[in-house]
């Protein structure tokens, strides 16, 4: 992907602490000052790896639950509480797994450890999809968030968007990335390549 050997890649991070690579070099065709930057999801038994160009990036990874799903339902919404009881009883369990990692996902995108407030997020933006929008409240955004680094997009009358698209995990698992604008695609490696 880079055109260039792994030694020759160097990573620091952003503001947020963040992976991102550092100057990359010149034989890889990429303009001066362009950065990949990096997330890492992780979840037993299965391991995503997010790579994008000149753009913050957040994985969530998480295991399907099983049982009952009524305690799980704190961190949401009254709406995502509604849209996950509408489920048919077998499909509960994944629609509240795939909830979670967009709103996880979104927070991360902030580096702010934001989890605490996740219940004032409604990730149900294009949830019907593959991919949608997470607003993000104020609280968990910096004054800055729009340049590189800061994790959010253009303000709405709420906050700052997270672009959240779901990544195919497995039967068991679901996964999202979002990113801080849309990105025309995504690309995924099995496990054995990250290995």
Known sequence: MLQC??????????DFGRPVSAALPGYTGWPPGARLCLALGDDPGRRLLALVRDLPVALSVHTVPRGPVGELLLPFTALEREF??????ERRARRLARLWTRKEAALRLTGRGGLATADEIDALGGAR????????????????????????????????????RELPAGP????????AAPVP???????AALD
């Open 84 to 89: 996950v009881r509408r489920a048919p009883a």
């Open 172 to 179: 068991d698992r679901v996964a999202c990335a979002a990113t």
């Open 129 to 164: 999809e593959a991919a949608g929008t997470v607003t993000l409240p104020a609280s968990v955004v910096r004054p800055t968030a729009a340049a590189y680094g800061g994790g959010a997009s253009a303000n709405t009358a709420h906050g700052p968007l997270a672009y959240v």
């Open 185 to 191: 695609g995504v690309r995924l490696w099995g496990p």
């Open 5 to 14: 050997s792994a030694d020759d890649v160097f990573l620091t991070r952003d």
